[in-house]
């Protein structure tokens, strides 16, 4: 079958966003001096045009009113829109003819309109120039030129042409929001892809992306339903594993039995033997082993228990009493600190085996004192226990939580166990969504805390 090839979305977004961004903001700057040069290059106005043309004529008919004062006389007395009216009268070389004081800006619009071939108008900042009307005196060209103070408010553009860094300030501000906008499109759902990650990472198997990214046509919507498709392969292969070893630890109790009711019946009969106890010794130690499986593999699992909101001390009150009688049988002080108002919903079982394997390993090693305590700060509870023991290495503080991991300082036979209690207890916290941690005292002792979500 052809395979059909999707076109880049993603990368369609990036060129369209960049390129109409870059393009919008050269557009509106471009844009400014167009809008200038039109503003400039304005037909007069009728009402003017036909005012020039009248006076223009009257010279022309009798140019002895130039050695009168003519033009000024007429301005005296001449208003265009209430305001008065100022006339130039400049010869084919540009002089003007009728006064010394001629503003720049007139003769700055003079060589603007030199340049046209019709009349043309322009409003400066504080006046309105408009003209020229074309007379003939003594067979030479004359040009007569208006102008009208403060005639009409400046277009809004000429606002930005005259404040070029403040045009430039809002032209990065503009360029900076549409990039933004564009950068939170495709940020949002790519954080929404690292904290699925995150939580993935630490063993929170059932966390997938949100809909509102998968749910997305191009690349990144893509890759979030991929990775969907991907921790659901990750969580089903994890539990069918962790269903497999209680499978197999479940199976295995059945030839053990049996072996237990050979031994009890041998030794009935007279048979008991060294090799015997020893045989006896070794069955039990794998009953013992099996029973931990089964346990790792029910609290992996969340099964046979149910979820309930209950009081923190009392679910802990069996647990604390027994390592209370614990500790004092082996002439040892338990200190605890648990807030009674403390509520929270978990798995009764499980955090209290979870807590019972600390304060076993905490009584086992301490040298005289164990501490617990429990409270809460914001949306966390934290439950910490401490010891006064020999703590543990270091680079093995991480390591002592990991299925049948023993420090080097705990590995004698006598000590019991097969380093899965603790890997229990983090996998009943994982279950409530909380983390554990383990960190040396100073001087001497072992402190783990837990953080459970309120």
Not at 313 to 318: D, G, I, N, R, V
């Amino acid at each position: 079958m052809a395979e059909t090839h999707v076109p880049n979305r993603l990368f369609i977004k990036l060129l369209l966003g960049f390129w109409l961004c870059s393009s919008l903001i050269i557009a509106i700057v471009g844009l400014l001096p167009l809008l200038q040069q039109n503003h400039d290059r304005a037909p007069v106005p009728p009402p003017m045009a036909q005012m020039l043309e009248n006076i223009a004529m009257r010279i022309e008919e009798n140019p002895a009113v130039l050695q009168s004062d003519f033009l000024r006389r007429w301005e005296r007395r001449g208003k265009m829109e209430g305001k008065p009216v100022r006339l130039y009268l400049a010869n084919s070389q540009g002089q003007v003819v009728n006064t010394n004081r001629v503003s720049r800006n007139v003769r700055s619009f003079m060589l603007m309109a030199d340049e046209e071939q019709t009349p043309i108008s322009h409003q400066f900042k504080d006046e309105f120039v408009f003209g020229p009307a074309r007379l003939m005196l003594n067979g030479e060209p004359y040009f007569l030129y208006g102008r009208l103070p403060d005639m009409h408010p400046r277009p809004w553009f000429f606002f930005f042409i005259e404040n070029k860094l403040l045009t430039l300030s809002l032209a990065i501000l503009l360029s900076g929001l549409l990039c933004g906008l564009l950068a939170w499109h495709l940020g949002k759902p790519l954080n929404s892809l690292k904290k699925s990650a995150n939580a993935l990472a630490k063993g929170d198997l059932s966390h997938r992306v949100d809909k509102s990214t998968t749910q997305r046509s191009d690349e990144i919507g893509q890759l979030a339903t991929a990775f969907n498709s991907m921790a659901d392969s990750i969580e089903a292969m994890v539990k069918n594993q962790q269903r497999l070893m209680g499978d197999i630890s479940h199976e295995l109790r059945t030839p053990l039995t049996r072996l237990q009711l050979s031994l009890a019946l041998a030794r009935k009969k007279g048979q008991q033997s060294t090799e015997t106890d020893r045989i006896a010794y070794e069955a039990e130690q794998l009953e013992q082993l099996i029973t931990e499986l089964l346990e790792l593999s029910r609290v992996k699992l969340s099964n046979n228990e149910t979820r309930v909101h209950l009081g923190l001390a009392e679910s802990l009150s069996q647990v604390l009493d027994d390592a209370e009688f614990e500790a004092e049988q082996q002439g040892k002080q338990l200190s605890i600190d648990i807030d009674e108002a403390i509520e929270l919903s978990h798995y009764p079982k499980s955090l209290s085996r979870a807590v019972e394997n600390l304060l076993r390993n905490a009584i086992r090693y301490a040298d005289y004192e164990i501490h617990i305590e429990a409270k809460q700060q914001g949306e966390q509870i934290y439950i910490c226990i401490q010891d006064d023991g020999p703590g543990v290495p270091a680079e093995e503080l991480e390591a002592i939580f990991k299925p049948f991991y023993r420090p080097d300082t705990a590995r004698q036979r006598e000590s019991g166990g097969w380093g899965l209690g603790l890997a229990i207890t983090e996998a009943a916290i994982s279950a409530h969504k909380g983390s554990i941690k383990a960190n040396n005292r100073i001087p001497n002792g072992l402190e783990v805390i837990i953080s459970l979500p309120a």
